[in-house]
């Protein structure tokens, strides 16, 4: 059993920034892809981005490329969520999930094992 515990989020100003973090532990395999999503009030949970077991890989959702970056420290098992030039419509709730079987990253989050309980990002106009 893995557990996930997001952390980082908070209130900031439209064209700041946010680094999200997202430490693992338990399970016996690290072998984990790792992908943040987010959900909004009244909307559907979206895909933002993904990263490969080993990091190799990343795979962004169109509306934050250029403006996200998903990274991860496998010696500390953790993953990181750098977020800048933020906008309102940014504002959700981030979930960082891991998926066992597709380790080189995906943006379905069927495919995701575990999750975490979620960190608020409020974005002010």
């Known amino acids: 059993q893995v557990q996930l515990v997001e952390s980082g989020g908070g209130l900031v100003q439209a064209g700041g920034s946010l680094r999200l973090s997202c430490a693992a532990s ?3 395999n690290s072998r984990y892809a790792m992908g943040w999503f987010r959900q909004a009030p009244g909307k559907e949970r979206e895909f933002a981005a993904s990263i490969s077991w080993n990091g190799g890989m990343t795979y962004y959702a169109d509306f934050v490329r250029g403006r996200f970056t998903i990274s991860r420290d496998n010696a500390k098992n953790t993953v990181y969520l750098q977020m800048n030039s933020l906008k309102p419509e940014d ?23 575990y999750w975490g309980q979620g960190t608020q990002v409020t974005v002010s106009s």
Do not use: K, L, M, P
Request: with cysteine.
């Open 26 to 28: 338990g399970g016996t």
């Open 91 to 113: 504002t959700a709730v981030y979930y960082c999930a891991a998926s066992v079987i597709f380790n080189s990253g995906t943006e379905y989050s069927r495919h995701y094992d």
